[in-house]
């Protein structure tokens, strides 16, 4: 079971990047599907999750608007395109599912927004 983060590096304020998480080892069409960060100093949070159709989507309140979640359940792939990015989304982005009790995250992938 493996989850596996990539797109990440550094952009300037007000630039787009977009994450990808690769996933494998689990049927991924069944899993709600989730991309968190943590900022320097910071707890870990939410930015948004999809379900497993793609028929639920949450967001962060602070990333309403300008982050978008998607899933291809073909490619068992997860994105997350963010635009208007500022230098307070720096931070470390994780993927995760959950099957059962057990969370399963990526190693993270660092985006970094500064002149």
């Known amino acids: 079971v493996q989850v596996v983060e990539s797109g990440g590096g550094l952009v300037q304020p007000g630039g787009s990047l977009r994450l990808s998480c690769a996933a494998s080892?689990?049927?991924?069409?069944?899993?709600?599907m989730s991309w968190y960060r943590q900022a320097p100093g910071k707890e870990r949070e939410l930015v948004a999750a999809i379900t497993s159709i793609g028929g639920t989507i949450n967001y962060a309140d602070s990333m309403k608007g300008r982050f978008t979640i998607s899933r291809d359940n073909a490619k068992n792939m997860v994105y997350l395109q963010m635009n208007s990015l500022k230098p307070e989304d720096t931070a470390v982005y994780y993927c995760?599912?959950?099957?059962?009790?057990?969370?399963?995250w990526g190693q993270g992938i660092l985006v970094t927004v500064s002149e």
């Open positions: 080892g689990f049927t991924f069409s069944s899993y709600v």
């Open positions: 995760k599912f959950q099957r059962g009790g057990r969370e399963y």
